[in-house]
């Protein structure tokens, strides 16, 4: 190292050179580190894109509020579509993915092959408005996210903050879904085990349960309550008999329609309310999963207390789908990435 002249033509002894380049490096070192701690991914936060994309939630909400109207399937649809990914491998948007040759993903999973297309739709609307308007910032996990929460508001459902700062997963596998999801006929052991192993409680299970309030189903799923239940030949003495007369019109044993669809929410199919745990209390459960949490002690209880209070309802669910949207996230590059494209596996 050469030192150039001055005008005093100081000249410096060696060894206090050696000791000035011992300390520099020292110093160099120590701010390597600290630059290594404070590049930490940071937590997620209501604020999270205050800086670099103030204007997210009005963007999403000027795309929810449209289809909301237009094509209203979009709401219940994108609410379970959140739920879904949340489940399988965290809420990191891993359910967005399109398969390619070799490797089936997430979307493509049987369990998964009712989720409407109107909610992928809906994603991708969004991320093209927020791509346009803040390039390269928003991940779509956190739109997914804040889509669904839109949705619940748009139907009269409570208005919750979401925390944002997810990044997009890179994993996407049909093969990771069958027991993460729940099965339409899942025994109330089997949610309560399943929920527990994504930090959600007793409670978390049933206002999330409470999302059935709006939004349809399939025939295939509950068509063995009407007719065999249990192996028995007989239809499940838990479904009112009016109920279940009109679900027979609609679903026969044999040869019916696979696009028929019936809503969870009989008296307010419509509406982000909380009926759907009176219609659980006067039998009028859609599928057996539904009616369960209110047959089973543990989560009875429950059931009767949000029957009778809809803000409560509204204030558990908000709290039971903050830390949904708290399972598994991926921060940083190291775990994931935001894509551009929400359906491409490289961002």
């Not at 996990?141 to 949705?151: G, K, P, S, T, W």
């Not at 919750?160 to 099965?183: E, M």
């Not at 009616?291 to 949000?306: E, N």
């Amino acid at each position: 190292m050469s030192v150039p002249p001055s005008s005093s033509s100081t000249t410096y002894p060696r060894s206090f050179l050696l000791v000035a380049l011992l300390i520099l490096g020292s110093t160099f070192k120590t701010s390597h580190c600290l630059n290594k701690t404070t590049r930490r991914p940071r937590p997620l936060s209501v604020h999270y894109h205050a800086k670099s994309c103030p204007q997210i939630e009005q963007l999403v909400s000027s795309v929810t509020s449209q289809l909301f109207h237009e094509v209203p399937i979009s709401g219940p649809a994108t609410i379970r579509l959140f739920f879904h990914d949340c489940f399988v491998e965290g809420c990191d948007a891993s359910i967005l993915i399109t398969s390619k040759p070799g490797s089936i993903a997430e979307k493509d999973a049987h369990d998964n092959k009712d989720l409407a297309v109107e909610a992928f739709d809906t994603i991708n609307k969004v991320k093209t408005l927020v791509e346009n308007q803040c390039p390269g910032v928003v991940s779509c996990a956190d739109i997914l996210a804040i889509a669904a929460r839109d949705f619940v508001h748009l139907a009269g459902g409570p208005y919750y903050q979401v925390k944002k700062g997810r990044w997009d997963g890179r994993i996407s596998l049909a093969s990771r879904v069958g027991t993460n999801i729940p099965c339409a006929n899942s025994t109330m052991d089997e949610l309560l085990k399943l929920f527990n192993s994504k930090g959600l409680t007793l409670e978390g299970l049933v206002a999330l349960s409470g999302a059935h309030t709006i939004g349809f189903s399939h025939c295939e799923h509950f068509v063995s309550r009407l007719y065999n239940y249990h192996g028995t030949k007989q239809p499940d003495p838990a479904i009112d008999p009016r109920l279940l007369k009109a679900l027979k019109m609609s679903c026969p044993q044999y040869g019916g329609n696979a696009y028929i669809i019936t809503p969870f929410d009989v008296t307010t199919p419509f509406s982000f309310d909380h009926a759907y745990y009176g219609n659980l209390e006067a039998k009028m459960g859609l599928l057996a999963t539904d009616q369960g949490v209110y047959l089973d002690r543990r989560t009875k209880p429950l059931v009767q207390a949000l029957a009778t209070d809809k803000q409560k309802f509204f204030q558990a669910f908000s709290v039971a789908m903050d830390k949904m949207g708290s399972i598994g996230v991926k921060r940083g590059r190291k775990h994931g990435g935001k894509r551009k494209v929400c359906s491409i596996h490289s961002s």
